[in-house]
């Protein structure tokens, strides 16, 4: 009997204990730990890297709305922007490395070019974000094959962990996210596709090898 009511209160005791730490929590930090859970689920055990990026919080977003063209903020006016951050694009040909933004709104992903809008990807019709297994930053996000989009979004982003995981929850797209090895197929244009292969090497690069494959290394 003694047993079992030292055990109701240490339950007891505990249910107090986190009770207490919930309530104590800022919004900023249940936002943080919200992410984080999503994160979780989407890279534990599956991508290098991760369990490092545990100790990293997140931040609301990488540049500010005020950081971004007057033009591009024009072209999506009425549109409430989340997240910003730079991010290396792979041209679908040649794969020449291109600096842009990424900028998430509530409602769709944009790839801008200084005052232009590259791409455009409204949430509804995302078919996937695919990412490697590897320590490596890149991310594709797949898209449907329709004469809006030229083809699936390869991106290099610093902060892999953060940026997959803002971009899958305001998309609401979690289930859709792979961390794939070896390699991965993704369109580059009207019914073409392309390879791209992760291996390990001595220092971290991306090219286009002797095959036309999309290496990372």
């Known amino acids: 009997f003694l047993m079992q009511t030292s055990e109701m209160l240490r339950k007891i ?21 919200q992410q984080k859970v999503v994160t979780s689920a989407v890279f534990s055990g599956k991508k290098e890297g991760y369990l490092e990026s545990l100790s990293q919080p997140f931040l609301e977003t990488r540049l500010k709305e005020n950081d971004l063209n007057p033009k591009v903020l024009q072209l999506i006016r009425g549109e409430n922007i989340k997240y910003v951050t730079p991010v290396i694009k792979y041209d679908r040909n040649g794969f020449k490395a291109r600096e842009r933004l990424l900028v998430l709104t509530q409602s769709s992903a ?50 892999i962990f953060e940026t997959v995981t803002k ?18 197929r993704f369109r580059v244009g009207s019914g073409k596709e392309a390879t791209m292969v992760f291996t390990v090497g001595p220092e971290p690069q991306v090219f286009k090898d002797k095959t036309g494959q999309l290496t990372v290394v």
Do not use: F, W
Request: charged share 25%; hydrophobic share 35%.
């Open 13 to 33: 005791c505990m249910r107090n204990l986190v009770r207490k730490y919930c309530r104590g929590l800022t919004a900023e930090r249940k936002v943080q730990l």
């Open 167 to 184: 971009l899958c929850i305001l998309a609401n797209k979690q289930s859709l996210v792979k961390v794939v090895k070896g390699s991965l």
């Open 110 to 159: 944009y790839v801008v070019e200084m005052a232009k809008i590259k791409q455009k990807i409204e949430y509804s019709t995302l078919k996937g974000i695919s990412t490697s297994n590897l320590s490596d930053g890149i991310v594709v996000i797949h898209v449907p094959e329709d004469n809006k989009q030229k083809g699936d979004v390869v991106l290099q982003c610093e902060h």
